[in-house]
Each structure stands twice: as C-alpha cells, then as structure tokens.
C-alpha cells in the first residue's frame, strides 16, 4: 500500500491494513506510524533506495535513480504465483530498467519479474543453475541477457520478450524447457530462417544430417550447429 499524504487518517485497527501488508510512506507520516504499531513493512518514500526480503536469507534492493532492481543474500527466492502474493518491487515496475541476480541467489522464484515492461537488461549469478517457469514472460522490453551461471532454461523463461533481437547461448547451457522464447517474434535471426527455408524446400528424404546442411548452406558445422538450435529453441525444430 502507498500513501503519499502525510497526514492522513488512518483508523486504528490491525484489520485495517494487515500486517502482513507492506506500507510505503514518508518519513514522520501516519503511514509509518501506523507500519510500527501494528508490526507492517514500511517502505521510505523518501529514500532513493528502498529494499526488504524476498525468501528467508534473500533480499531485494531498488534503486529508484538508476533503475537497477538487485536480488541478493543468498539461498532460495520465494514464489510470487498468484494475486494475492504479488513481488514486493511491483509498485515499482514502471521504474525498472535492469535486474542483476547475486552470485549467492541459487533459486529465483517462479514468475518473479512477469510483465516488468521496462527492463531492457538482465543479469544472471554465478549460483543459479536454473531460471524459474515464466521469469521474464512478457518483459517486451529486454534487449541483452548475461546468462552468467545458468545451465538449464526453465519452461517460458523469456516467452513474449518480443525486444530480443539475438540471444547467444553459452557452452554452459545444456538443457531448455518448452516454449523459452515462444512469440519472441524479433529473434530468430536472418541465419536461421534461412536455413529453416532451405530445409523446406526438399524433399522428405533429403539428408537432414548437419554434414548435409553444411553442403546445402555452404557454411560450417559451427554455425550450422547455432542456427538448428536456434530453431529448436524457438520451436522451429524439436
């Protein structure tokens, strides 16, 4: 809950803000006052930094002149799945432009940055193995990814990141659920569809093997071998 009016009324009673609900205020106001009587978050308006907990030893911080949302502390993140277990940086979701993930952080909590439209670049740990189902879903405007640590795509991870131009994937990935970058309709590069064109153009006993692409495409196994998994990820191939 954000209550910009200082001065404001607020009926004393533990029901009517639950404690469990976090209060962003300014310093001095009711707002806070009240977050202290009844045991609620509360959340300095005045700050430019504003931060809490999301899982039992990781936490987050916001830093409203850069735009960078960080999650650090360590261990596991918690899941924000449903209505009412919303992200706690949601209220600042028109604000983030970049999201870095501490070397520490070793689960990231399904949906955790669903729809954060804003941001245009993230950064993986080192100690996450693993992005969570529907990570960055619908994040339109992401633009690069330091993959960092990571070893296995989750389902959905980057789906409906239409921002994604070109995305490497580094030697270190070995595994990608369904549907990573479904409807990433800018992504699949000029390389791919080529080849993706070039297959369908003969017939079903064609030899379909990478030497034989190379033959057909002219070009090497290596970029051969990126321009299949392009498309495997994409949903071209399975």
Request: charged share 15%; net charge negative; aromatic share 10%.
């Amino acid at each position: 809950v954000r209550i910009y009016n200082k001065d404001c009324t607020i009926h004393n009673n533990s029901t009517t803000i639950p404690s469990t609900v976090t209060i962003y205020g300014y310093s001095g106001s009711t707002a806070e006052t009240f977050a202290n009587t009844y045991g609620n978050e509360f959340e300095n308006l005045d700050s430019n930094i504003v931060s809490g907990t999301c899982g039992d030893t990781a936490t987050w911080t916001f830093d409203t002149t850069t735009g960078v949302l960080t999650i650090g502390g360590s261990g596991k993140m918690a899941n924000y799945v449903n209505v009412g277990n919303v992200a706690p940086w949601r209220p600042y979701y028109r604000q983030i432009t970049s999201i870095v993930i501490g070397d520490q952080i070793t689960y990231i909590g399904n949906r955790a940055f669903k729809g954060l439209n804003y941001v245009t670049s993230v950064k993986f740990g080192k100690g996450l193995k693993e992005s969570a189902y529907s990570m960055f879903e619908n994040c339109s405007g992401i633009q690069s990814i330091d993959f960092g640590g990571l070893e296995k795509l989750g389902m959905r991870t980057f789906c409906e990141c239409n921002g994604l131009v070109e995305v490497t994937l580094p030697d270190t990935m070995t595994e990608w659920g369904g549907s990573v970058f479904n409807s990433c309709a800018s992504l699949v590069t000029f390389k791919a569809k080529g080849l993706m064109s070039q297959m369908l153009s003969m017939p079903d006993d064609w030899d379909f093997s990478v030497e034989g692409l190379m033959s057909m495409s002219e070009v090497g196994r290596t970029s051969v071998q990126a321009a299949l998994k392009e498309l495997e990820v994409n949903g071209y191939l399975e």
